[in-house]
């Protein structure tokens, strides 16, 4: 199991606001959803993850005695409060997208439904949740998209966002279709095959290259991929190739070769050469170092002889766009409807649905926002998948959401599976909703 | 204490390299050092962070029985990597610069010496751990230089990347000279004051705006800050000032309001005129929204009547350089000084020292990036933390970090402390260590 954080981990406003609604006696039912404003600059579509530890969150949030003892001697909090998070589990209804499912702005993909205090307190840890993954799979389904054939591992553990950015961008990655990653610990919680093979170091402890090559081949015969680049590129080439005679004695075969810098197209062309000629025809060239989707774009544009790629850095911090304009509003409360109005920040209200249609081809069409109890033709996004707290059906398992995430991009309209910003998707909101947005202005006008 | 990640966080490729040292039985003393290669575009300089929680990781790190058992039936290593990592506890020494040092490109803040395996295998997560912290830091050292004389919490957990992202986050702001945090996790475990007041949420689940800010108000008569762009901001602001006549009968003081959307220099001046027109001259203004260092500034040019901000998703995700170009490299092994020197990514050898040199005003002038034996003018920056892998001294606490963050913030020549890209800092690279260097390249070349 991964480990789990203190329910203490949420904003200080959380307690502050519960104790205004305990005061007043505030517990009727409350809807929010979770949407994204605005998609990133130069970004077609979003790919919903971070259900599955959304869901986990929900089912275990509780504060332990020494949470609230410690709650208690800020000297912040009334008994009334603190009585109230002693006995707090998440007792909601949720309705989501599945992972996996591609969405649009102003989509909610999770909705919450639960007495106030309860919908208001789960926030943080579940915009936390849902944010980073959704980010993660979002920029990794353009990687996806940019080479296809290719073996595609991430490589970003060391310079993700902490530990648990690294465990869960794997996740978000092997999702949108990655084959797999270098996180060893991403192998043992979520079964993502991992993949590696050396460092620069490991080339530079020996004092002869070719020697670190053999040394290496030898200690992991059923894994042979060597770095190629520690000092320069095709003069290691033609030692692999050197190595590979004699190594074939032993019935060792090098799996492939890996470059690191410099122009990695160029490299792979020169090095591919050598290979072949030295008889290597079935080495892989794996390439890595500051790869991103515009790279791969590029690299698949030359038709550059490598057969997988290392994706680190850019892509776990979605450099690009490291954020989304993501929130997790308020659309109803004791069965009225609610809209935010903040400049810039005007939500659409009340309980919501998304409607999308398909054309004759598979393909996405165009999506309905809609409300709840509206009929639209079209496949209902949103889903059951808690009620009173416990879950419906068992955690989909990360197999079928990248099952589902491949056939998602598949069914993309094909402007929108390309890297340059496409004409916006088609995203209707029902007459319902701007009726109701409407009213609710007026009333509060 | 924060949640312990296993120690199969990391690299796959750590244990292939393992595997290959353990075979040809190469564990003679290596020398790995951390630093930054490039400052990101537009940045002056860095701040060092994350030690702390680099040494608390060196200090436990271990393989439990399970986890061993894991690797094993992986099928992929050896009985003898089996053991290694069974037995496996970190030995090594560590020099460091102190937690709240500005660094600048090229200079390490972090050397381990120890056995080749000991050293290689802790490697990625101590690059995770030092990067983010110095990440974060360094951006909200700008935030602090840009904002001088305000309150500045950080809003950002929501959208860190992951829980310990948000966690880490906090600190490394509070050690760059933010006061506090919405983070309540982060007070418990580190002693960041909190902050938090209410959410647009709880004024709508309210009928009536002005009802909701009397509910706040009595519930937490302590901490009254109300958040006043739900509607209309201006109306809200009259409500308050209002309200504060009611309240003052009970003894109760509004202490701020809080402005989150639209523009907030023109918004904050039309509401400081309101609140003193109304008498409440003694109420703050907190905004928050979309901030970064350069909003900062921008307000501070217009001399705006805002007293404290909260900076969220910007900051804790360091939008414009979501990474560093960090490495953790092989300097030496045996006794012999190494160098890589792939294209774009070459390094200096050998063990290292800096030197920082002031001028009569106290300010930094130069650093010189020397062999740690050389003898130069100024302090040396490095300095033990580490032996044996025991601690040399406590713990440095956070606040004396936060101290040190102010003193060499203060230090710092006057136009690295601006926000526009200024002058390079000067760093020269000793002539000891350059010819080390050409030596090396001849012995390759």
Redesign the interface.
Known sequence: ML????A??????????L??????G?EEV?V?EFFVRKLPPGRNFLLAAGLEQALQFLETVAFSTE?VA?LEQ?G?F?PKLLDYVANFRFSGDVDAMAEGTVFFTDEPILRVVAP?PVA?LV???L???L??QT?VASKAARVVLAAPGKLLVD?G?????????????ARACYLAGFGGS????A??EFGIP?????????V??HADEAQAFA??A???P??VVLLI???DTEAAAHKVVALALRLAQDGIRIKAVRL???DLGEHARKVRAILDRGGLRETGIFASGNLDEFELARLAAQQSPISGFGVG??LL???DA???D?AY??QE?AGRP????????ATWPGRKQVFRSYGPDGRMVGDILALEQDRHPGEALLKPVMRGGKRLTPAASLAEARALAAAELARLPEGLRQLDKAAPYSMEVAQSLQDLARTLDRQ?G
């Open positions: 480990p789990r954080y203190s203490l981990l949420t904003d200080l406003y959380q307690f502050t606001m104790q205004g609604y305990l005061e007043q505030m409350a929010y949470e410690w800020t912040r009334s106030i208001q926030e943080t840890r915009i936390n949740l944010h980073f980010l490589f553990l060391r310079r993700a966002h902490g530990a648990e950015a690294g465990l869960l961008a270098s996180n060893v610990l192998e043992r991992s993949y590696g093979t050396m460092a620069h170091s490991f530079q402890a040394n290496f030898h200690a992991q059923g894994n680049d520690t000092y690191d810098s410099g850095t850019r911090t979605s450099s490291p954020y989304l993501c509003k308020l409360y609610r809209r935010k109005r903040s400049e810039g920040k509060h």
